[in-house]
């Protein structure tokens, strides 16, 4: 062989040599088909001659376990010889950053199962690196084969070592969704317990909420189902309390699943703990009124997400003993009329407004089926729903109640209805029908109530709306869904929230707000406008009535105005000998949602005033009063310490926050307006047409200010005197105004004609400022039922040492928008009376008059008033936010008597009496029984005799009088013989009133008297 054949030759077996030897160099496991087999244990590992797979990463499968690029990763094939769990790991054995991957399936055709990157607390080999790999708890089953692949974070991520595989037996598999998982598979539940079991359930997309009136429902978690249908008619209780080891829901619907209405609801009940946990975290449901073959669902889940558990749900029903319970109340009666049908056997039957409420009324039995109990029930607050219950009682032990709501108003200042029997086409045009309101022009709305009969029989269907007369229109009915039936209700914006059916009669929200309406003139044409909004059917509107009312409903929202601690009251001018004065308001929110405080024209937001007294010897006056600030925006403070839960809008007052007006600012006259364009009881005012929109100025130094004379000022003058500041606020959504005024003593300093300093270092306190007046006593005066807001009234009587007591009195009108116009005393006719004693505070407005009220004194009373109502301007009455004084030296010691506050404007109460310290008063009118002339107990012909005895024959004189004039017309004569023997023979008119069965006054005025009582009267 030549040199140069020989030399080709030595290349070709190097190139083949070298070839061959790369080859040689790769790791037989390098990709999936080579796969070595391994075992439980340890197992080699090296990745030094390994190449990249193209198999894809599954990132996917294990996000967040730093699963790096797998770099020179080599394969394993593992047959386990059982089911169970493998657990795969690198730690300390390996000497480079690994990532594990598992699959199931062929290769070519790979599914990924697990994955991890790097595991806390697993190093690299002879490292302090925690970059290898535990792949833990790997779902594995026999007969099946596990493809293992192992490599490197990085492209410089390869080595060797040794891994490890383990296994632990699997747990049972899961148990299967329980039988009563969705509403369809409910189980029947029995009264008793009832086994619970929610590990396993999944969660029902089945609709649920709050709004059934339940506390902190939280999101159902894998709940279950039972139904229960009623025995009678009841009351259910489902409760979970100490039988759950679980944080509970509880939902209960009436009906069955394709057609149901939530009807109650719990999420965490005070009280009802979790088994063996003193959380009260457990729900249950009491006293749910159920009627007899109604079919109920019971649905329970977890509060919170992975809350499940195990346990029993207990199930109680009382048979009721009142079938039905009928309510009605003629507006301005102040009464419920109350009728219960009683279902079984029974002792008594207790009837209260609201159950277990101060008003109630018991009717004793005993009572057996088909009995019919009724009674009036007296209640105090109106224009709003009152919830009376019915409960029977067998002994002293109470059944179950049986609860109604009825509408209870003052009486109705306006009202029209109208007939029109009007078509309603199908899908067609509005039609609209009218209602004209008649009557004083100076009428204003303050509430609403609008009835109607719509004939149709889908009122989803319906669109109906009101307009008034000046154009506001607001939507009653609007409901998108479903709703068989009419319309057949009463909308009034303190009626039950607005949802189907609408044809029961009932009183209901409008799904609109009524208030728009609220300070509107409403005389003219109102407007009813329907229209049917789909086609498929027609209707017709048969007649609809307007109730128009001059008294605000109750607030039902959920601000509480509270007064906070003011520190700072400035003089900021002067006329004169009058000083005017800013005064710092501090106004705090501790009601359960956000006080409303929006700017003028619109009435929501607070409206202050402000008031200065002196507390001389002992009398309490007031010496000075300021207009009203309008509050306009609000800041989100922490000033009387509740915890602010902050608005985002300074429209709003947050939760627990407070905003502080100061005193400067609460002296800039171009916000403020006279105290009588504002209901201080309802928070009324109408800002359009109002003296604040059209006073633009320019005031001099003391208009519309808290303003005060320096004669009333000067320490000098008044040495012992205290001065004493009060703010005082009105706003329409609070809930509770005994909370809503604060006063606080304050140090007064200066000279007359020059500046007042004030020094506010004391605390406010709540409340009505005569507390301030050292041993008075204090009594609230409102009407009943309470139409209008409150009065108090304060009063102290002294010895005088000289045979004299002097009594002295100040009336306070807190927030009775009708204000005070007289005020009364008794005074029995024998007392003497000396120094009769009348104070107001001067008032600075065109509105308000000062005269001082005049001073009567008759044979029964002292009485003090002011011109009537119908003298407008001329009349002095106590208005909101003023102290009057009244007093009087008598010669007799304090009794017990009734005053007697008339109130100014005109009002369905008059007059108000509250019982004080009086003189000794006239004794009452006596009572008889009319017709008991002879003065025994029997209404017979011995009385006609004993009459004509007296008179014909010069016999025995009656001892009253009265009870022998039978026609009650003043004079005993024939004819009073002539009517007693009618009544006694031939079925006449019985003796007028009182007649002859009850005691009772003379309602007549007349010159009879009654010396000796008759029998049983006094």
Not at 120 to 130: E, I, S
Not at 744 to 752: A, N
Not at 841 to 847: A, H, K, N
Request: glycine fraction near 12%; charged fraction near 15%; hydrophobic fraction near 35%.
């Amino acid at each position: 062989m030549g040199r140069c054949s020989a030399m080709k030759f030595l290349l070709i077996f190097l190139m083949l040599f070298g070839l061959n030897s790369e080859l040689l160099a790769q790791a037989l496991n390098d990709e999936c088909t080579g796969a070595s087999e391994v075992f439980l244990g340890t197992n080699s590992i090296d990745t030094s001659d390994a190449t990249n797979s193209l198999e894809e990463i599954p990132t996917s499968t294990c996000p967040g376990t730093a699963l790096g690029g797998v770099h020179g990763d080599v394969w394993y094939q593992f047959s386990p010889a059982e089911d169970g769990l493998m657990t795969i790991t690198t730690c300390d054995t390996v000497d480079f950053d690994t990532d594990v991957i598992v699959y199931g399936g062929v290769c070519g055709s790979l599914i990924p199962i697990a994955c991890h990157g790097d595991t806390a607390g697993c190093l690299v080999q002879g490292t302090t690196n925690n970059w290898n790999t535990t792949l833990e708890n790997v779902p594995v089953f026999v007969g099946e084969t596990i493809l293992i692949r192992i490599g490197g974070y990085a492209d410089y991520d390869t080595g060797g070592g040794t891994f490890d595989i383990s296994m632990v037996n699997a747990p049972p598999p899961p148990p299967g969704a329980p039988e009563n998982d969705e509403c369809s598979g409910a189980i029947e539940a029995v009264l008793g317990d009832n086994p619970i079991d929610t590990t396993a359930a999944s969660d029902s997309i089945d609709p649920y909420s709050s709004g059934t009136g339940c506390n902190a429902l939280g999101v159902m978690n894998q709940d279950v189902w039972y139904r229960w249908t009623a025995p009678g008619e009841g009351s259910l209780t489902v409760s979970m309390c100490d039988i759950v080891n679980f944080d509970t829901d509880l939902v209960i619907y009436l009906g069955n699943c394709t057609s149901k209405i939530e009807v109650a609801c719990s999420g965490d009940e005070s009280g009802c703990q979790m088994q063996g946990n003193g959380a009260s975290y457990a729900s249950f449901v009491e006293g749910l009124q159920v009627s007899a073959g109604e079919e109920y669902l019971i649905r329970i889940g977890g509060w919170g997400d992975g809350q499940t558990g195990t346990g029993n749900v207990n199930l109680q029903f009382v048979q009721a003993l009142i079938e039905s319970l009928t309510l009605s109340s003629v507006p301005g009666s102040a009464e419920i009329d109350c009728e219960a049908l009683v279902s079984g056997p029974c002792d008594s039957v207790v009837f209260a407004a609201g159950l277990g409420g101060p008003s109630q009324v018991a009717v004793n039995g005993p009572f057996v089926a088909g009995d019919l109990v009724t009674a009036a029930l007296a209640v105090s607050s109106i224009q709003t729903m009152i919830e009376v219950c019915a409960t029977p009682h067998i002994g002293s032990a109470p059944g179950t109640s049986y609860c109604e709501n009825v509408a209870v108003t003052g009486p109705v200042t306006l009202e029209n209805c109208s007939a029109p029997l009007l078509d309603i086409p199908d899908g067609g045009e509005p039609v609209d029908s009218f209602i004209v309101i008649s009557g004083d022009p100076a009428t204003i709305l303050w509430d609403l109530q609008v009835e109607a009969h719509i004939n149709h029989p889908d009122a989803s269907q319906l669109l109906v709306e009101l307009t008034s007369p000046d154009g506001i229109t607001v939507t009653l009915h609007d409901q998108p869904t479903g709703a068989a039936g009419g319309i057949d209700l009463t909308w009034w914006q303190n009626g039950s929230p607005n949802q189907p059916p609408y044809d029961s009669s009932g009183w209901m929200q409008p799904l609109g707000d009524l208030s728009s309406f609220k300070g509107a003139n409403p005389i003219g044409s109102w407007t009813l406008t329907v229209s049917d909004e789909i086609t498929g059917e027609t209707g017709m509107l048969e007649e609809w009535c307007l109730r128009i009312y001059d008294t605000a409903p109750m607030p039902n929202s959920g601000q509480d105005l509270i007064i906070g601690d003011s520190n700072n009251l400035v003089m900021v001018g002067r006329e004169g000998s009058q000083a005017s004065f800013g005064s710092e308001s501090v106004m705090c929110n501790g009601g359960t949602e956000p006080l409303d405080w929006f700017a003028n024209p619109d009435p929501r937001h607070p409206m202050m005033a402000f008031n200065m007294f002196r507390l001389d010897a002992d009398r309490l006056i007031q010496i000075g009063g300021s207009w009203v600030k309008h509050g306009w925006s609000s800041a989100q403070a922490n000033a009387c310490g509740f915890g602010c839960n902050p608005s985002p809008t300074s429209t709003y007052t947050g939760v627990g926050c407070s905003d502080t007006y100061g005193a400067s600012g609460n002296a800039n006259q171009n916000t403020m307006g006279p105290r009588s364009e504002i209901d201080p009881w309802s928070g009324g005012f109408i800002y359009e047409g109002s003296e604040l929109q059209s006073d633009s100025g320019p005031w001099d130094q003391v208009e519309e200010r808290l303003w005060v004379e320096d004669d009333d000022l000067d320490p000098t003058l008044h040495p012992g005197s205290i001065w004493i500041s009060e703010v005082s606020v009105v706003h329409p959504g609070d809930i509770d105004h005994t909370t809503n005024h604060a006063w606080e003593p304050i140090g007064v300093s200066g000279t007359p004609g020059s500046n007042w300093s004030m020094n506010m270092s004391a605390p406010s306190q709540l409340g009505t400022v005569q507390a301030a007046w050292p041993g008075a006593s204090i009594e609230m005066v409102q009407p009943f039922p309470q139409i209008d807001g409150r009065c108090y009234l304060a009063h102290k009587v002294s010895d005088n040492g000289d045979g004299t007591w002097h009594y002295e009195y100040s009336l306070y009108n807190h927030d009775m928008g009708r204000n005070a116009g007289s005020f009364s005393i008794p005074v029995a006719a024998d007392v003497e009376v000396s120094n009769i004693d009348f104070f107001a505070p001067t008032i600075l407005s065109s509105s308000f008059s000062n005269d001082s009220w005049s001073a009567i004194r008759d044979a029964e009373s002292i009485t003090w008033s002011t011109t009537d109502h119908s003298s407008g301007a001329s009349a002095n009455p106590i208005r909101w936010g003023f102290l009057y004084n009244f007093g009087f030296d008598a010669d007799a010691a304090p009794e017990s008597g009734i005053a007697i506050l008339g109130v100014h404007s005109p009002s369905a109460v008059p007059t108000i009496e509250v019982e004080i310290a009086t003189p000794p008063t006239a004794p009452p009118p006596p009572t008889f029984r009319r017709g008991l002339c002879n003065g025994d107990d029997t209404f017979d012909i011995g009385d006609v005799i004993f009459l004509l005895g007296f008179l014909f024959s010069n016999a025995e004189a009656p001892g009253c009088h009265d009870s022998c004039d039978s026609n009650d017309d003043g004079d005993l004569d024939i004819g009073d013989g002539i009517s007693m023997l009618g009544s006694l023979f031939s079925g006449t008119t019985p003796p007028a009133p009182p007649g002859p069965e009850l005691c009772g006054e003379d309602p007549t005025e007349d010159s009879l008297g009654c010396d000796q009582p008759t029998p049983n009267c006094l």
